[in-house]
C-alpha cells in the first residue's frame, strides 16, 4: 500500500549511512558476503564519511527503524528485480543496491536510475558506493527518481485494477 509508506526526503548529507540487515536463514542466496567484504573496504576508505549499521536476525520492527536512518540499503546481488523490502525502501527515497539489470530498465523504459544494480562482484560493489559517497547529490536523485518509480508502478490500486481488468478479459462474455 504505497499510501501507508511515507517518502523521507533526504536532508543535507553530513555522513552517509549504509544498511545491511541480515537473516541468515537467507545469507547465501541473497549472496551477503559480495556486501559484507564491500562493506569492509568502504569502511576503510571513507571512516570519516560514512556510518555503517549491520545487523542481524532483527524484528521487522526494529530493522524498519534502523533502514529509515539510511540513505542507501543494500538488499541482495542475486536478483533480475526487486523483491518487497527493496521495492519499499525505494518507496521511502533510499538507494537501494538489488535486482536491476538492464531486462529491468527495458521492461519500464527506464531513463533514470531507480536502483543501484547490485552484481556478486566486490570491486563493481565498491566502486559503486564510492561513486555515490563522492556524488552525494546522486543519493538524493536515485532516492527521489526511486520514489516516483515506486509510485508510478507499484501503486497498489493501479496493480489491483490491472489484474482485475485481466482477470475479467478471461470471462465469457
Not at 71 to 92: S, W
Not at 129 to 137: A, D, K, R, V
Amino acid at each position: 500500500n504505497t499510501d501507508r509508506i511515507t517518502y523521507i526526503e533526504q536532508p543535507a548529507i553530513e555522513k552517509i549511512i549504509i544498511f545491511l540487515g541480515i537473516n541468515t536463514f537467507n545469507y547465501h542466496t541473497k549472496g551477503i558476503v559480495f556486501f559484507e567484504k564491500a562493506l569492509s573496504i568502504i569502511k576503510e576508505k571513507y571512516a570519516d564519511k560514512v556510518d555503517i549499521i549491520v545487523t542481524k536476525n532483527i524484528a521487522y520492527k526494529e530493522y524498519i527503524n534502523l533502514y529509515n536512518k539510511a540513505h542507501i540499503l543494500l538488499d541482495q546481488v542475486y536478483a533480475f528485480d526487486q523483491g518487497y523490502n527493496a521495492l519499499e525502501a525505494m518507496a521511502k527515497g533510499k538507494v537501494v543496491f538489488t535486482g536491476a539489470e538492464s531486462a529491468f530498465d527495458d521492461y519500464y523504459n527506464l531513463t533514470e536510475k531507480v536502483a543501484i544494480n547490485a552484481k556478486p562482484d566486490v570491486a563493481y560493489l565498491v566502486n559503486e558506493l564510492s561513486f555515490l559517497i563522492e556524488n552525494q547529490h546522486e543519493i538524493i536523485t536515485i532516492g527521489k527518481n526511486a520514489h516516483n518509480f515506486i509510485q508510478k508502478e507499484h501503486n497498489f490500486k493501479v496493480i489491483a485494477k490491472h489484474y482485475f481488468e485481466k482477470w475479467m478479459s478471461t470471462i465469457d462474455k
